[in-house]
């Protein structure tokens, strides 16, 4: 079956700017989770979407949001770009309850800001 | 707070020779530890994971052990390939403020010297 899906790959964005990352889940997968990883970094949580609902959020600040829909895609908005936004986002699947079933990963969309 | 700490950052060692890699945890009641690796501009996925009434897994080349007593699992590899380059990440499921999620060690790049 097909995995988990991330458009764009790339992106390339200016300071201010504002940018929405899409993600299409493994089928049947209800939670949707997001992660950014910086370079030396390691995955750092933004936040978990289940039954179009957020049940789990990172530290990250309010200009960092997602949404999910009916069809359990995903999308994640940034606003407001900062230079130290550029990193790659991870967008991932489970089947169940992550923290009894972990993740399967998509391919991330890179980002950089300029 | 609820963390993960994972030893050491980078591993090198020589192919044919094991690798072991060490995460401590916080919550005494975790109960589901996975391991990801992430190769160079790839996804993260998963490679074994094991359940707190198990104390250990193995899956070919690759093993985890777990000591809920002290709280530490360990991911082990054997007979080490230069495909088994990578980074890899620790996580254990947590009850961080009334939100049950993984929580990731940092991760360790582990290089396989020819």
């Known amino acids: 079956k097909a995995g988990v899906t991330q458009t764009p790959r790339y992106l390339i964005k200016t300071r201010g700017q504002q940018v929405t990352l899409s993600c299409s889940p493994i089928?049947?997968?209800?939670?949707v989770s997001w992660y950014q990883q910086t370079p030396g970094q390691g995955l750092q949580f933004l936040f978990e979407?289940?039954?179009?609902?957020?049940?789990n959020k990172g530290n990250f600040p309010g200009r960092f949001s997602g949404r999910q829909f009916s069809n359990s895609r995903s999308e994640m908005n940034v606003s407001t770009l900062e230079l130290g936004d550029s990193a790659l986002y991870l967008c991932?699947?489970?089947?169940?309850?992550?923290?009894?079933?972990?993740?399967?990963f998509g391919s991330g969309t890179r980002l950089t800001v300029v | 707070g609820e963390n993960v700490e994972q030893h050491p950052s980078t591993l090198s060692v020589q192919e044919g020779d094991s690798a072991v890699i060490k995460c401590t945890y916080s919550d005494s009641a975790s109960n589901y530890f996975p391991w990801y690796k992430q190769e160079l501009g790839k996804r993260p996925q998963l490679i074994i994971d094991?359940?707190?009434n198990v104390g250990e897994k193995k899956d070919q080349r690759i093993a985890v052990t777990l000591n809920k007593t002290a709280k530490h699992f360990s991911l082990h590899i054997t007979e080490t390939q230069p495909e088994d380059s990578a980074v890899y990440f620790c996580a254990a499921s947590m009850w961080v403020d009334s939100n049950y999620q993984l929580i990731w060690g940092a991760g360790t790049k582990l290089i396989i010297k020819p």
């Open positions: 094991i359940r707190s």
């Open positions: 979407y289940f039954s179009e609902t957020q049940r």
């Open positions: 991932a699947s489970s089947g169940g309850q992550p923290a009894n079933y972990g993740y399967t």
């Open positions: 089928s049947g997968h209800r939670s």
